[in-house]
């Protein structure tokens, strides 16, 4: 086998990146970065998201109602009624195009599952579909039909683009590597829920800390990055969550990751939160690692804040809405026949992630302490301090009495894959010694291959199969 001199290098890349990804230990693989738009949040053509406010990795069911800003799912959809970009179509213009795409279809539309539905791309935006060979687009007047091939303006179902767009354009290329960009969201998901709790709720007067089981708690955020873990049980308790009075909220000062510590299938019985409202939304995700439904059932309120859920299908069933990005592996809004599945508003999570602390902290006083955070010399992740969300105080309560963590000053956990039994944790066994070696490492593999190639010279027959 012949390889080329690229080709080489990229192996050995991958080889190390490979090593690096599977070894264990702690990696500080969250600081400065941005969970929705994972690589140059203010470039829609850089970052592999492109901005997009929903990401599914596989089918979705649009069926009733709509995303207020652009979407892009991975295999194929179906619909009944159905509405995509109103309000934000976002800035993600292709080359070639005059008008921003905000509706990309990686696979097919699946046509014998939507029967006499309509999906409609708004604002004048355009539509990509990879997979056209069971349709005929139709450019005609100011919308362009895509339908099942052989059909005619008035054919249904139909995906109807709301303004002229060329055949051609609807047929091209969307630049989405969806494969790649779901494997960086379940790390970035698996780093996330290694995170020690950093903050806890308190019962409804702030006095005391929260039992687990009372409907109503209360939360205060610090300054910079607050990470809460809810199981089920006490996600299935709590009806309310109030603000601590003079405590922090969800904003541009303090943001705030919910870990949603559930394995299989969820149904989520979604909280009523102090944090209502567009802005304060962007600054609020939800974390699940579970790889299986959760279900918003017709009777839940409106989520406000991000769900991401690389691993899971989201099942909507409810007609409040999502005020955040939804990020999953499959999608299902609303029911196939009746029932809306609630609209989903453009409020995606705006912050960039720390590193987390090891240790969450042991406060019980919410005006008079600080919290409690790890050295950069300890080598024990875990001690008798730490505790899960709601059996101690909060981290914090008031802006004037309480002090952000230092990003970088420790590593956190190791990632806790979806679904595993027993979570790796512990401080880094590997070093920038370890590090080095592996790039040497790759670094003398590629050059072997290379040199390897360059004696023995090129193969008729290998030329041949590269023409």
Known sequence: MQISRSGAV???????????GWAPGAQPRLAAVNPVRPVAPDDVHADPSHGFLVLVEGDAALYENETEGPMAIGGDVRFRLYNAGPNNPGTYTLPGDDRPTSFVVGGGLDFDRSGTGTLSVLNQSYAKVGELGNATVLPSGGVTFVVPTGGDVNTRPALAVQTS?????VGGPSGFDFASLFALYRQINADMSACAS??????????????????????????????LTL???????????????????????AWLIVNVDVTGDYTWPVPNVSWQGTDPSRHVLWNFTTSGTITLPPDSGTVWGTVYAPNATLVDDSAANVEGAVIVKSLVQGGATSGSGGEIHSAPFADVLTDCATTPTTTTEPTTT??????????EPTTTTTTTAGTTGPTATGPTTTAAP?????????????DDDLAVTGAPVRGLSALGGLLLLSGATALALTRLRDRRGPRRHDLRQTE
């Open 10 to 20: 990229g192996l050995a890349v991958a080889v190390a990146v490979l090593a690096i």
């Open 370 to 379: 600080e919290p409690t955070t790890t050295e950069p010399t300890t080598t």
């Open 406 to 418: 230092t990003p970088g000053t420790t590593s956190h956990p190791a990632a806790v894959h979806p």
């Open 231 to 253: 199981d089920a049980a006490r996600m299935a308790a709590l009806d309310t969550v109030n603000p601590l009075a003079g405590a922090l909220q969800p904003g541009d000062e």
């Open 165 to 169: 767009q060329p055949a051609e354009s």
């Open 198 to 227: 950093t903050v806890t709720l308190r019962d409804q007067n702030g006095g005391e800390p929260w039992n687990g089981t009372d409907p109503v708690a209360t939360i205060g955020l610090r300054p910079g990055q607050n990470v």
